[in-house]
């Protein structure tokens, strides 16, 4: 039970991968957006498969009503296993893929910072100067790291994006203090995914 879902938090562990791997800006903004959609997604798919279960044993209507009180229920339950802090991020996320979607700007940015870090130096795939270049770091003329330029990006949300007042609430209280890196959001939000989907299948399948 809860395939599906469990199918959307892998599409997301996909594009969390791959915003990981880019520096690039355009790269960074649309990978972060198909990590929203796929997220919403997790939530759709869970809420379905409530609903497919609920409608073998009760009348449409009923099932309906049933499948709200059932979701609801758990996705409270599980709301309360996690921190306020993660739970404003899960919240935030959720909605910005609405304001993704539906309103007429966007409501987040990905604001670059480029750090030095050091790396081991490229080896020679050819192996005679693979030979000369580890003789050069032996001797000290040549050092075994090298320092590059790496950029990563910060996540700012528009506090001002949702019409709701609550989500702008919400989008202020996530706003406070320092800026999170975009990966190390996309990271809790994807763990948090899975801990949902989890709760399901460890609190709903068997009632079904």
């Given at each position: ?8 938090v892998?599409?997301?562990?996909f594009?969390?991968r791959?915003l ?5 800006p ?8 198909a ?7 997790v939530v ?10 609920e ?21 409270k339950a599980w ?8 739970a404003?991020?899960?919240?935030v ?15 987040v ?16 795939s ?8 580890a ?18 990006y ?7 994006a949702?019409?709701?007042r ?40 068997g009632?079904?």
């Amino acid at each position: 039970m809860f395939e599906k879902a469990q199918r959307k938090v892998a599409e997301c562990t996909f594009f969390l991968r791959q915003l990981r791997e880019t520096q690039d800006p355009d790269a960074t903004e649309f990978f972060f957006n198909a990590l929203l959609n796929a997220g919403k997604n997790v939530v759709n798919a869970l809420r379905a498969q409530v609903h497919s279960c609920e409608r073998t044993r009760l009348p449409s209507d009923q099932a309906t009503v049933k499948t709200e009180q059932s979701y609801d229920h758990h996705f409270k339950a599980w709301k309360r296993t996690i921190t306020g802090s993660r739970a404003t991020l899960f919240d935030v996320l959720q909605a910005l893929r609405d304001i993704e979607m539906h309103a007429d700007s966007s409501g987040v940015r990905h604001l670059p910072k480029t750090e030095e870090r050091r790396q081991p130096r490229s080896v020679p795939s050819d192996s005679h100067y693979a030979a000369i270049f580890a003789s050069y770091i032996a001797m000290g003329v040549l050092s075994a790291d090298v320092t590059v330029p790496t950029t990563s990006y910060d996540l700012r949300v528009d506090a001002a994006a949702p019409s709701k007042r609550r989500v702008q609430a919400l989008f202020k209280q996530f706003a406070k203090g320092k800026q999170k890196p975009s990966v190390e959001v996309a990271t809790t939000y994807t763990g948090l995914l899975d801990s949902l989907v989890a709760y399901f299948i460890a609190h709903y399948a068997g009632t079904c």
